[in-house]
C-alpha cells in the first residue's frame, strides 16, 4: 500500500475524526426539487424535500427532511412557528458523519431539538455526507464533504427556506460539535464564508491527539490496574495528595508521564469503564500505515518491547485454538458481551464509538473459542484466521472473556467465510506495542507535553517514526489542520477532567487563534474550562456525586455567542488558567477564575474530612461563588451518602447571599446511620436569569467532603 492510499485508510478508520457514516433516509412521500438559492458547492445543487410537515413533539415545530441528488447527503430541519423565531439557526455537527435523526427522541437537558427552537432559533442535523464501511474504506471519496462541505450545503439551502418561510430577513447561524465534531466544527467555519457567523466547538483535540492521548491512557491503565484505588483515594477529597506513594519504579514512571502528557488525575475514577474509548477504531489504521514499528517495538533496540518489562511480559498473550460458534448481537448483549448502542449514544461526543464494535443484524459480533484464554487483563488485539476460506485474515479484536472473543470493525465478507472448526491464533502483541506509540512521535517543541520525551538539546529520546499520525486523522476530519483563521466569533469550551481530549489541547488552538488575530483576540473568541466534567455531552454522568454535566455551558455558549454576533452583547471573559506539567490549573476564586461557572467550596467542621460516629449529627457548610453577571442560583441539592439521588433540595430563601449577589453561602445537616466512608456533596446550577423551571442553560459544579463513621 503506497503513502497516499495508506493515509486514506487511516481516514476512514478514525472514530473521532472519520469521514462519514450515517443512513440515508427512507420516504415514500413524492420528492420534489428545489432549487438551491444560496447554493456554493456544484456537487449540492439540486436539493430535494420528501417531508415536509407540522409536529408536536417534542414541542410544535415545521419539521422538514431531504437531501441532495447525487449524493448520500441528507438533513433534517426543525423550524420553530414564526412568532417564536429570532432569525438564527443551531446546526449540530456529531463526532462522525452518522445519521439526521439522531436528535429524535431526547428529553430534557439532552433535548437539542426543544433547546434551540426555545431559543429562537431552527435546528439543522445532517448525516455528514453518507455512509463508509470502515471495513472497506473508499480510497476515491472527497474528505471535506464528510469534514464540512455537506454540512454547509444543508445550512446554505436551509436559508433558502428560512427565507420562504420567515419572510426577507437575515438568518445568522451558528455551528456546535464536540470531541470529533469539534474538529469538524472547527474546520467548517475555517473553511467557508458566509454559511455561519460564529461557532462552538467543544472538548476538542490538537492535532497530536491521534493516537496519543489513547496510547499514553491505555498503557497506564495496564500498568496501574491494582494501583489506581489508591491514586483515585489519594486525590479525592480528604485524601493524602500523593498519588505516587506506595507505587514501585515502573508504575510512578508511567503515572508520571501520563499526567504530564495531560491526562487529569481526578478522572482515574472511572478507570473500570472508561475502556480503550476511540482507539477502537483507530488501531487498525495505526497498525496498516506503520507496520514495521510493530516489529521493531519488540526486536530494535531504543523500543520499550525489546527490553520489556516484567508486567509487559505478563500481559502479552498468544494462544492457539479453534472457532466453535459464532455469536449474533442479541446473544452478545445478553452474555454481557456487547452493550446496546440508542441513537444518542451515537450522536454523542463521549460515546459515538461504541457504534464500532461488530456487525449488525445475523452476523456474528463474537466467536466462541475451543479453548479458555489466560486472564492478562485483555484491552484489544487481533484474531489471526489460520485455516479455512479465511486463512491470512485478521479480525480485530476488542475483548477476550474466558472463551469468547469480541471483535470490533470487521469486514463481513471475511466473516461469511469463517467456520467452526477454523484454526486461529489469539495476539495481543500489536496492541500491547501501541501503548507505546506516543513517545516515537514527538511533534515540534510548541507541544511542551512532548518535552518528557526530549533530551536536553532537544532532540528525541527514543527512535522516531517516519510520519506524525495525529496531523492526518485531524485533517481528515476538519478538511485542513486548524490554523485559527476564521470570520466570525467562536466560543471554545473544554472539560477540566477530560480524559478523552486533554484539556491543555484547547490552549493549543487558542495560542493558533492568537496568532492570527493579535491584540484584537477578544474580540472574536472566549475558551471557557469547565471543572468536574469529562468528555461526554449527555447529562447523565458516570458519577454524579463526582462530575457535572456541561450542557448548561454550552446551551448558554450558543445563546451568548448568537447576542454577541447579532447584538454586540459582550460575552463574559474567557477562563484565566495556566499550564503546569501538561495540567490545566485555575484560580480557586470565581473573581478571578471568570468563565460563566460557578465555585463550589464544601467544608466539613471547616476541612475536607472529619471522622464520626454513627448517629451524630454533622453540620456541612458550603460556599459558592458566581462570576460577575453570569446570573443566580437556581439549585442547590445535598446528597450525604453518596446515592448520586441528590434528593435534599436546601431551601434557596435561607441562602445567605452578599450584597452583589455573586457570593452564597448554604448550611446542611446529616447523621449516618452506618459505618464506612462517605461523600457528602453539594450541587449548584445556576441560570443567567434566575429561571428554576428550565432545564435549558443550567451551569453546574459541586464539591464534596470526606467523613469517616465508625
Given at each position: 500500500?503506497?503513502?497516499?492510499?495508506?493515509?486514506?485508510?487511516?481516514?476512514?478508520?478514525?472514530?473521532?475524526?472519520?469521514?462519514?457514516?450515517?443512513?440515508?433516509?427512507?420516504?415514500?412521500?413524492?420528492?420534489?426539487?428545489?432549487p438551491?438559492e444560496?447554493?456554493?458547492?456544484?456537487?449540492?445543487?439540486?436539493?430535494?424535500?420528501?417531508?415536509?410537515?407540522?409536529?408536536?413533539?417534542?414541542?410544535?415545530?415545521?419539521?422538514?427532511h431531504?437531501?441532495?441528488?447525487?449524493t448520500?447527503?441528507?438533513?433534517?430541519?426543525?423550524?420553530?412557528?414564526?412568532?417564536?423565531?429570532?432569525?438564527?439557526?443551531?446546526?449540530?455537527?456529531?463526532?462522525?458523519?452518522?445519521?439526521?435523526?439522531?436528535?429524535?427522541?431526547?428529553?430534557?437537558?439532552?433535548?437539542?431539538?426543544?433547546?434551540?427552537?426555545?431559543?429562537?432559533?431552527y435546528?439543522?442535523?445532517?448525516?455528514?455526507?453518507?455512509?463508509?464501511?470502515?471495513s472497506?474504506p473508499?480510497?476515491?471519496?472527497?474528505?471535506?464533504?464528510?469534514?464540512?462541505?455537506?454540512?454547509?450545503?444543508?445550512?446554505?439551502?436551509s436559508?433558502?427556506?428560512?427565507?420562504?418561510?420567515?419572510?426577507?430577513?437575515r438568518t445568522?447561524?451558528?455551528a456546535?460539535?464536540?470531541?470529533?465534531?469539534?474538529?469538524?466544527t472547527?474546520?467548517?467555519?475555517?473553511?467557508?464564508e458566509?454559511?455561519?457567523?460564529?461557532?462552538?466547538?467543544?472538548?476538542?483535540?490538537?492535532?497530536?491527539?491521534?493516537?496519543?492521548?489513547?496510547?499514553?491512557?491505555?498503557?497506564?491503565?495496564?500498568?496501574?490496574?491494582d494501583?489506581?484505588?489508591?491514586?483515585?483515594?489519594?486525590?479525592?477529597?480528604?485524601?493524602?495528595?500523593?498519588?505516587?506513594?506506595?507505587?514501585?519504579?515502573?508504575?510512578?514512571?508511567?503515572?508520571?508521564?501520563?499526567?504530564?502528557?495531560?491526562?487529569?488525575?481526578?478522572?482515574?475514577?472511572?478507570y473500570?469503564?472508561m475502556?480503550v474509548?476511540?482507539?477502537?477504531?483507530?488501531?487498525?489504521?495505526?497498525?496498516?500505515?506503520?507496520?514495521?514499528?510493530?516489529?521493531?517495538?519488540?526486536?530494535?533496540?531504543?523500543?520499550?518491547?525489546?527490553?520489556?518489562?516484567?508486567?509487559?511480559?505478563?500481559?502479552?498473550?498468544?494462544?492457539?485454538?479453534?472457532?466453535?460458534?459464532?455469536?449474533?448481537?442479541?446473544?452478545?448483549?445478553?452474555?454481557?458481551l456487547k452493550?446496546?448502542v440508542?441513537?444518542?449514544?451515537?450522536?454523542?461526543?463521549?460515546l459515538?464509538?461504541?457504534?464500532?464494535?461488530?456487525?449488525e443484524?445475523?452476523?456474528?459480533?463474537?466467536?466462541?473459542l475451543?479453548?479458555?484464554?489466560?486472564?492478562?487483563?485483555?484491552?484489544?488485539?487481533?484474531?489471526?484466521?489460520?485455516?479455512?476460506?479465511?486463512?491470512g485474515?485478521?479480525?480485530?479484536?476488542?475483548?477476550?472473556?474466558?472463551?469468547?472473543?469480541?471483535?470490533?470493525?470487521?469486514?463481513?465478507?471475511v466473516?461469511?467465510?469463517?467456520?467452526?472448526?477454523?484454526?486461529?491464533?489469539?495476539?495481543?502483541?500489536?496492541?500491547?506495542?501501541?501503548?507505546?506509540?506516543?513517545r516515537h512521535?514527538?511533534?515540534?517543541?510548541e507541544?511542551?507535553?512532548?518535552?518528557?520525551?526530549?533530551?536536553?538539546?532537544?532532540?528525541?529520546?527514543?527512535?522516531?517514526?517516519?510520519?506524525?499520525?495525529?496531523?492526518?486523522?485531524?485533517?481528515?476530519?476538519?478538511?485542513?489542520?486548524?490554523?485559527?483563521k476564521?470570520?466570525?466569533?467562536?466560543?471554545?469550551l473544554?472539560?477540566?477532567?477530560?480524559?478523552?481530549?486533554?484539556?491543555?489541547?484547547?490552549d493549543?488552538?487558542?495560542?493558533?487563534?492568537?496568532?492570527?488575530?493579535?491584540?484584537?483576540?477578544d474580540?472574536?473568541?472566549?475558551?471557557?474550562?469547565?471543572?468536574?466534567?469529562?468528555?461526554?455531552?449527555?447529562?447523565?454522568?458516570e458519577?454524579?456525586?463526582?462530575?457535572?454535566?456541561?450542557l448548561?455551558?454550552?446551551?448558554?455558549?450558543?445563546?451568548?455567542?448568537?447576542a454577541?454576533?447579532?447584538?454586540?452583547v459582550?460575552?463574559?471573559?474567557?477562563?484565566?488558567?495556566?499550564?503546569?506539567?501538561?495540567?490545566?490549573?485555575?484560580?480557586?476564586?470565581?473573581?478571578?477564575?471568570?468563565?460563566?461557572?460557578?465555585?463550589?467550596?464544601?467544608?466539613?467542621?471547616?476541612?475536607?474530612?472529619?471522622?464520626?460516629?454513627?448517629?451524630?449529627?454533622?453540620?456541612?457548610?458550603?460556599?459558592?461563588?458566581?462570576?460577575?453577571?453570569?446570573?443566580?442560583?437556581?439549585?442547590?441539592?445535598?446528597?450525604?451518602?453518596?446515592?448520586?439521588?441528590?434528593?435534599?433540595?436546601?431551601?434557596?430563601?435561607?441562602?445567605?447571599?452578599?450584597?452583589?449577589?455573586?457570593?452564597?453561602?448554604?448550611k446542611?445537616?446529616?447523621?449516618?446511620?452506618?459505618?464506612?466512608?462517605?461523600?457528602?456533596?453539594?450541587?449548584?446550577?445556576?441560570?443567567?436569569?434566575?429561571?428554576?423551571?428550565?432545564?435549558f442553560?443550567?451551569?453546574?459544579?459541586?464539591?464534596?467532603?470526606?467523613?469517616?463513621?465508625?
Amino acid at each position: 500500500m503506497n503513502l497516499k492510499r495508506t493515509v486514506l485508510y487511516i481516514f476512514a478508520c478514525s472514530l473521532l475524526l472519520l469521514l462519514s457514516w450515517g443512513s440515508t433516509f427512507g420516504s415514500n412521500k413524492k420528492s420534489k426539487i428545489i432549487p438551491d438559492e444560496a447554493g456554493a458547492d456544484t456537487l449540492f445543487n439540486n436539493p430535494y424535500i420528501d417531508i415536509d410537515e407540522w409536529r408536536d413533539k417534542p414541542i410544535r415545530h415545521h419539521y422538514i427532511h431531504g437531501g441532495f441528488r447525487g449524493t448520500e447527503t441528507r438533513f433534517s430541519f426543525y423550524f420553530p412557528e414564526k412568532k417564536a423565531y429570532k432569525g438564527h439557526f443551531f446546526q449540530y455537527i456529531t463526532p462522525f458523519p452518522d445519521n439526521e435523526n439522531l436528535s429524535q427522541g431526547a428529553s430534557g437537558e439532552d433535548d437539542k431539538i426543544s433547546f434551540s427552537l426555545k431559543s429562537g432559533a431552527y435546528f439543522i442535523e445532517t448525516n455528514g455526507g453518507g455512509k463508509v464501511d470502515f471495513s472497506k474504506p473508499n480510497f476515491s471519496a472527497d474528505p471535506t464533504i464528510g469534514a464540512y462541505k455537506a454540512n454547509a450545503a444543508a445550512a446554505r439551502f436551509s436559508k433558502t427556506l428560512a427565507l420562504k418561510l420567515f419572510g426577507n430577513h437575515r438568518t445568522y447561524g451558528y455551528a456546535f460539535g464536540g470531541s470529533g465534531g469539534a474538529y469538524r466544527t472547527i474546520g467548517s467555519i475555517e473553511n467557508t464564508e458566509g454559511v455561519w457567523d460564529g461557532a462552538v466547538p467543544y472538548v476538542v483535540g490538537s492535532p497530536m491527539a491521534i493516537p496519543n492521548v489513547f496510547s499514553v491512557r491505555m498503557q497506564a491503565m495496564r500498568v496501574l490496574n491494582d494501583k489506581l484505588p489508591q491514586i483515585i483515594d489519594a486525590v479525592e477529597a480528604g485524601g493524602s495528595g500523593d498519588m505516587y506513594a506506595g507505587l514501585n519504579d515502573e508504575e510512578k514512571a508511567v503515572l508520571q508521564e501520563v499526567t504530564k502528557m495531560g491526562f487529569p488525575p481526578q478522572s482515574w475514577f472511572g478507570y473500570k469503564t472508561m475502556g480503550v474509548h476511540g482507539f477502537i477504531a483507530l488501531y487498525q489504521g495505526v497498525v496498516r500505515a506503520d507496520r514495521t514499528y510493530f516489529d521493531a517495538f519488540w526486536k530494535e533496540k531504543g523500543y520499550f518491547g525489546a527490553n520489556p518489562s516484567e508486567s509487559l511480559v505478563k500481559a502479552r498473550l498468544q494462544k492457539a485454538s479453534k472457532i466453535k460458534a459464532g455469536i449474533a448481537l442479541d446473544e452478545a448483549i445478553q452474555l454481557g458481551l456487547k452493550e446496546p448502542v440508542s441513537a444518542g449514544e451515537r450522536g454523542s461526543a463521549d460515546l459515538a464509538w461504541k457504534s464500532m464494535g461488530g456487525v449488525e443484524g445475523t452476523m456474528p459480533v463474537a466467536f466462541q473459542l475451543e479453548d479458555v484464554l489466560p486472564n492478562v487483563n485483555f484491552m484489544g488485539g487481533d484474531l489471526v484466521i489460520k485455516s479455512g476460506a479465511a486463512a491470512g485474515k485478521t479480525i480485530q479484536l476488542m475483548k477476550a472473556e474466558g472463551d469468547k472473543v469480541v471483535f470490533g470493525p470487521v469486514d463481513p465478507s471475511v466473516l461469511v467465510k469463517i467456520r467452526p472448526g477454523d484454526e486461529v491464533y489469539v495476539d495481543n502483541s500489536n496492541f500491547l506495542a501501541s501503548q507505546y506509540y506516543h513517545r516515537h512521535q514527538v511533534p515540534g517543541k510548541e507541544y511542551k507535553v512532548w518535552d518528557q520525551f526530549r533530551d536536553a538539546e532537544g532532540k528525541p529520546l527514543y527512535p522516531q517514526r517516519p510520519m506524525l499520525l495525529g496531523p492526518l486523522f485531524t485533517q481528515s476530519a476538519s478538511g485542513v489542520l486548524p490554523n485559527g483563521k476564521f470570520k466570525g466569533k467562536m466560543i471554545l469550551l473544554e472539560s477540566l477532567w477530560d480524559r478523552e481530549a486533554f484539556p491543555w489541547q484547547a490552549d493549543w488552538y487558542r495560542t493558533k487563534v492568537k496568532e492570527h488575530f493579535g491584540d484584537s483576540t477578544d474580540r472574536h473568541f472566549r475558551v471557557w474550562f469547565t471543572d468536574r466534567a469529562l468528555h461526554g455531552d449527555l447529562s447523565k454522568q458516570e458519577d454524579p456525586t463526582r462530575t457535572v454535566s456541561y450542557l448548561g455551558v454550552l446551551q448558554q455558549a450558543l445563546r451568548d455567542l448568537s447576542a454577541w454576533v447579532e447584538k454586540g452583547v459582550v460575552p463574559p471573559a474567557s477562563t484565566s488558567y495556566k499550564i503546569e506539567d501538561g495540567q490545566v490549573i485555575v484560580p480557586a476564586m470565581a473573581a478571578e477564575r471568570k468563565g460563566i461557572q460557578p465555585i463550589v467550596d464544601l467544608k466539613v467542621s471547616g476541612g475536607k474530612r472529619l471522622e464520626a460516629k454513627i448517629g451524630k449529627p454533622i453540620e456541612f457548610e458550603g460556599t459558592i461563588e458566581l462570576p460577575v453577571n453570569t446570573g443566580k442560583i437556581v439549585v442547590l441539592e445535598w446528597d450525604f451518602e453518596g446515592e448520586g439521588t441528590f434528593a435534599e433540595k436546601a431551601d434557596l430563601t435561607q441562602l445567605k447571599i452578599n450584597k452583589s449577589g455573586d457570593k452564597a453561602i448554604v448550611k446542611g445537616k446529616h447523621s449516618f446511620s452506618k459505618s464506612g466512608t462517605f461523600f457528602p456533596t453539594l450541587r449548584v446550577a445556576t441560570h443567567r436569569n434566575g429561571d428554576r423551571e428550565t432545564p435549558f442553560a443550567r451551569i453546574q459544579n459541586l464539591d464534596r467532603v470526606r467523613v469517616v463513621v465508625k
